[in-house]
Structures are given as structure tokens and as C-alpha cells.
């Protein structure tokens, strides 16, 4: 069993989120940082990047964007990702740094901080979750806000999940993933387990697994956590539907926090 994210599954990670409507997920971003404070380009800090599949449109939309993850698999991809495309003169493609967004200091701040994709739920202790909320305001401006997704605790305890198996081709390859999963509901927790297998045009494969813990979260202890390190849960609305309110049937939510 490798770590989240390993070398392994970041080479696949991008197939199997071909349907993720990333573009649209930008435009959100970009409408949030335009109601809730200032529109334009904005100097962004995009922890837990992954692939970069938010940093990079955002930088394609001329915003200064640096992007940080812990996993090089997964800056590797990135990193791919920049050098295909052709930037115009005087758009700079985002920066991607490796680092732990628990205890990272850049010395700089930003106008707009996200962690998208459920990252904070990657935060599975409290002391974890008050160390990347301290990053967060750390590196944010007076004002700043801070947006970011988790799942909702309201969904999960209704729509209970289970077994899942997803298939993508990649060219001549089948990649085949069986996602099992179980709640821990003292602690918040849901257990993930991937086997992922792929078969390539004349049979052969290979197998490999992974585990990730998620957090799931309650409207009122994300109000008191990012309270406790001088951020204001400002709104709080179901994702990707912006204009649902957070009921058991949002299985995610989107936050929308200011820097006090």
C-alpha cells in the first residue's frame, strides 16, 4: 500500500478525472473572488495543487498563481502539463513548489489562498487541520479569502459510501479502479482504499493499491476551526451548485473564508 498520491497513482490520477469539469470549477472561483472581494487578476496560492488543473487555467487567465502539493508524482505531472503548453508573451505559467502546507512559509502573501479538491480533509487530526488553517492565514493578505471544498459531513451520513469501480482507456490501455470505502463516525473519518489495475493492449498488467484517510466536515466546526486562526467563515454553499445551501444532499461544499 503506497502513500497518497505515489508516483504510481499520479501517473494515472488525470484519466480518471477527465469528466472533472475544471473550467467550470475556475469560473466559480474566479465569481467567488469577484463577489467576495476584489474581481481581476489576483496573486493566488493554490495549496494541495495536485496535477495543477486549477493552477494552470488560472494562470491562462492572468493570474499570478503558485501552486504547492507534497507529492512530486504529482508536481511532475504538473510540471508536464506547463511545458505543453504555449504561453503568450507576458502571461507566466504558475510556479510549483513541493512542500507541507501544514508547516510552509513562503515569506510572502497572497490575495486569494485555495484548497481545492477536499485537501483540508486530508487534515485528519485536529492539530493537523489548525496547522494548514495557520498556513492558510499566514500567507493571506488582511481581507484575503480563502476558498476551498471539503465533503459534507450532512451528505455523507445520508448517502453512505461504498464500492465504486471506474474504467478509463488511455490510448491502447485500460486502467480499471475499485474504490471501497468505510466510516469512522467518531472520528470523522472515511477510509478509502484504491486498487487500481492496468492492462495494456496484448494482456499485460500490473496492480497497485493506495489508501486515503478523508476528513469530512459540519457547517458549524468549519465556522469554530477557521475562527480559531483569525479566519471568518463568510459563506458556505454546495458544490459544484453555488446556489444550493448545504443539505444532505451536497455531498461537497464550498467555503468561502476572509482573513481577519
Same mark, same amino acid.
Given at each position: 500500500?503506497t502513500?497518497?498520491?505515489g508516483?504510481?497513482?499520479?501517473?494515472?490520477y488525470?484519466?480518471?478525472?477527465?469528466?472533472?469539469?475544471?473550467?467550470?470549477?475556475?469560473?466559480l472561483?474566479?465569481?467567488?473572488?469577484g463577489?467576495?472581494?476584489?474581481g481581476?487578476p489576483?496573486?493566488?496560492?493554490?495549496?494541495?495543487?495536485?496535477?495543477?488543473?486549477?493552477?494552470?487555467?488560472?494562470?491562462q487567465?492572468?493570474?499570478?498563481?503558485?501552486g504547492?502539493?507534497?507529492?512530486?508524482?504529482?508536481?511532475?505531472?504538473?510540471?508536464?502539463?506547463v511545458?505543453?503548453?504555449?504561453?503568450?508573451a507576458?502571461?507566466?505559467?504558475p510556479?510549483?513548489?513541493?512542500?507541507?502546507?501544514?508547516?510552509?512559509d513562503?515569506?510572502?502573501?497572497?490575495?486569494?489562498?485555495?484548497?481545492?479538491?477536499a485537501?483540508?480533509?486530508y487534515?485528519?487530526?485536529?492539530?493537523?487541520?489548525l !496547522?494548514? *488553517? =495557520?498556513?492558510? @492565514?499566514r500567507h493571506?493578505e488582511?481581507?484575503?479569502l480563502?476558498?476551498?471544498?471539503?465533503? /459534507? %459531513?450532512?451528505?455523507?451520513?445520508a448517502?453512505r459510501p461504498?464500492?465504486?469501480?471506474?474504467?478509463v482507456?488511455?490510448?491502447?490501455?485500460?486502467?480499471?479502479?475499485t474504490?471501497? !470505502?468505510? *466510516? =469512522?463516525?467518531v @472520528?470523522?473519518?472515511?477510509?478509502?482504499?484504491?486498487?487500481?489495475q492496468?492492462?495494456d493492449? /496484448? %494482456?499485460g498488467?500490473e496492480?497497485?493499491d493506495?489508501?486515503?484517510?478523508?476528513?469530512?466536515?459540519?457547517?458549524?466546526?468549519?465556522?469554530l476551526?477557521?475562527?480559531?486562526?483569525?479566519?471568518?467563515l463568510?459563506?458556505? @454553499?454546495?458544490?459544484p451548485?453555488?446556489?444550493?445551501?448545504?443539505?444532505?444532499r451536497?455531498?461537497?461544499?464550498i467555503g468561502?473564508g476572509?482573513?481577519?
Open positions: 500500500m502513500l497518497p498520491f508516483k504510481p497513482y499520479a501517473s494515472v488525470d484519466a480518471f478525472y477527465v469528466d472533472k469539469n475544471y473550467a467550470s470549477e475556475v469560473d472561483i474566479e465569481r467567488i473572488v463577489q467576495y472581494g476584489r481581476g489576483r496573486k493566488v496560492l493554490d495549496l494541495g495543487c495536485g496535477t495543477g488543473s486549477h493552477a494552470i487555467p488560472l494562470a487567465r492572468g493570474h499570478a498563481v503558485t504547492i502539493d507534497h507529492s512530486r508524482g504529482m508536481l511532475a505531472r504538473a510540471a508536464e502539463k511545458k505543453a503548453i504555449a504561453w503568450p507576458g502571461v507566466p505559467p510556479v510549483f513548489l513541493e512542500g507541507d502546507l501544514r508547516s510552509l513562503l515569506g510572502q502573501r497572497f490575495e486569494v489562498v485555495l484548497m481545492m479538491f485537501v483540508l480533509g487534515q485528519h487530526e485536529n492539530a493537523d487541520l !496547522a494548514a *488553517l =495557520d498556513t492558510v @492565514r493571506l488582511p481581507g484575503g480563502f476558498v476551498f471544498d471539503v465533503w /459534507n %459531513g450532512l451528505a455523507v451520513l448517502d461504498g464500492r465504486r469501480v471506474r474504467e482507456n488511455v490510448g491502447a490501455t485500460r486502467i480499471v479502479r474504490t471501497d !470505502a468505510d *466510516l =469512522d463516525l @472520528r470523522h473519518r472515511c477510509r478509502v482504499r484504491f486498487r487500481v492496468r492492462i493492449v /496484448n %494482456g498488467s496492480e497497485f493506495e489508501e486515503h484517510v478523508m476528513r469530512f466536515f459540519f457547517p458549524r466546526e468549519l465556522d476551526a477557521l475562527r480559531c486562526c483569525a479566519l471568518r463568510v459563506d458556505l @454553499r454546495g458544490f451548485d453555488f446556489e444550493r445551501q448545504p443539505d444532505e451536497s455531498w461537497s461544499v468561502v476572509r482573513a481577519e
